[in-house]
């Protein structure tokens, strides 16, 4: 781990903790998503542990805060965590619905100078549209998913493990497709319909 270490408890090499928030590598800050955590955090009574991996965005007021997680620690997170909040990258998603994790999206908005495009937003839209996610692109859903999810937390857990059902298949194919078209993009390599680069 390259940032302080998490509040949360740590029990055999993983750590507890009911909220994870994961949001990548990207070089973009993410502050509006910060900013939604720690008002979120602030209003209650009950502060839960938390884990937030808050990468090259400024660093949340809110305990737990880490830069970056190297990837056997964001598995473990994910695997412990009660719910799993990531940003729309399709890696991120995925990884959390392998877990068994309904993960709660918030997808990086290009016009807030979140990303450099809107593959996110699109890509997790049409994911919500199947219910492989829980969906918030704004700050009142958001605080709604994350007292949902600490109400009830089963309803945040996949009854079937996502290599096993054919939608997991189907989002884990989506989600390599739109990594490989955006990291051939931001290359400057042009995509040929049969998927080539040329």
């Avoid at 720690?38 to 400024?58: C, D, K, L, N, T």
Wanted: glycine share 8%; hydrophobic share 40%; aromatic share 6%.
């Amino acid at each position: 781990m390259t940032g302080a270490a998490p509040a949360a408890d740590q029990v055999d090499g993983i750590f507890a903790t009911s909220v994870l928030v994961v949001v990548g590598t990207d070089i973009h800050q993410f502050d509006r998503l910060m900013g939604w955590l720690e008002r979120w955090h602030a209003s209650r009574r009950e502060r839960p542990s938390m884990i937030v991996q808050y990468g090259y965005s400024r660093r949340p007021e809110v305990p737990g805060a880490v830069d970056f997680l190297d990837h056997q620690e964001i598995h473990s997170a994910i695997t412990s965590a009660t719910l799993v909040v990531t940003h729309g990258g399709p890696a991120s998603i995925i990884e959390a619905r392998r877990a068994g994790r309904l993960p709660i999206v918030v997808p990086r908005d290009p016009s807030r100078g979140e990303h450099v495009d809107d593959h996110q937003q699109r890509f997790a839209r049409r994911l919500a549209d199947v219910g492989a996610i829980r969906l918030c692109e704004n700050e009142a859903v958001f605080v709604q998913a994350l007292e949902a999810g600490l109400a009830d937390p089963e309803s945040f857990r996949l009854l079937q493990p996502v290599e096993n059902s054919e939608s997991g298949q189907a989002v884990a194919k989506v989600g390599r497709i739109v990594e490989e078209l955006v990291r051939r993009s931001r290359r400057g390599l042009s995509i040929h319909p049969s998927g080539r680069a040329r």
